[in-house]
């Protein structure tokens, strides 16, 4: 069992650019989330995903697209990179809503 | 007021001191969770509850429904128990995880 796959761990992105982060389980959870963590705050929840096909937003969602096609892939997409998105993203997933978490080892993105 | 509130912050604590880390929120909730995030790594789970006590290893972690309260108890403290220990509750108006800003444990040999 590989558990949480986030990929890519660093990344660097120029004001306007657009990327994906990869988030993968491989275990049969239905609910996937992805998280930002910043500095002297919690970690904020972006959107999430109760299943394949269903998405919703969270906390902080501006900037940020996902789509679930499959139960086992939740990429996040940033449309046009901003500064402000300079951040440590996490992915995580658990069995169920309310259920043991499973994490990335998340992904460093400085946006320049 | 944040919904999920540590103490302390930062904590420093000699090898083998008992060590307790507070989780107060103000929410309704359907679980607690107690995470460890290494610096520079990711998170991991110690624990899920949502009533009474549960033990792993040197690890126990309570909760108090009435009290709104839960507190993460580590026995022998080692310096490998330095990390961050993250509370975060699944509950509020959206039954949604919301985390707490973390307490910084450092433990000295």
């Known amino acids: 069992n590989a558990g949480v796959t986030q990929t890519p761990k660093f990344q660097v992105l120029k004001t306007g650019q657009s990327m994906t982060l990869q988030c993968a389980q491989d275990m049969n959870h239905e609910y996937m989330s992805w998280y930002r963590q910043d500095p002297g705050m919690g970690l904020r929840l972006i959107h999430y995903s109760v299943g394949a096909g269903i998405t919703d937003q969270g906390e902080v969602p501006n900037g940020y697209n996902v789509s679930r096609s499959t139960t086992e892939d939740f990429p996040l997409r940033l449309l046009s990179a901003a500064p402000s998105q300079t951040s440590v993203y996490f992915c995580a997933s658990s069995y169920r809503a309310i259920g043991e978490l499973f994490f990335g080892e998340g992904s460093r993105l400085t946006v320049l | 007021k944040n919904e999920v509130e540590q103490s302390p912050q930062n904590l420093t604590a000699q090898e083998g001191e008992f060590i307790t880390i507070n989780c107060s929120y103000s929410?309704?909730?359907?679980?607690l969770h107690w995470l460890q995030q290494h610096p520079g790594g990711g998170i991991v789970s110690l624990f899920m509850?949502?009533?009474g006590k549960k033990k792993h290893g040197r690890l126990i972690a309570t909760i108090n429904i009435q009290e709104k309260h839960s507190s993460l108890h580590i026995t022998a403290s080692h310096p490998r128990d330095s990390a961050v220990y993250i509370c975060a509750v699944t509950g509020g108006a959206t039954n949604k995880l919301i985390f707490g800003t973390g307490t910084l444990l450092a433990v000295q040999p």
């Open positions: 509850l949502s009533s």
């Open positions: 929410v309704g909730i359907s679980a």
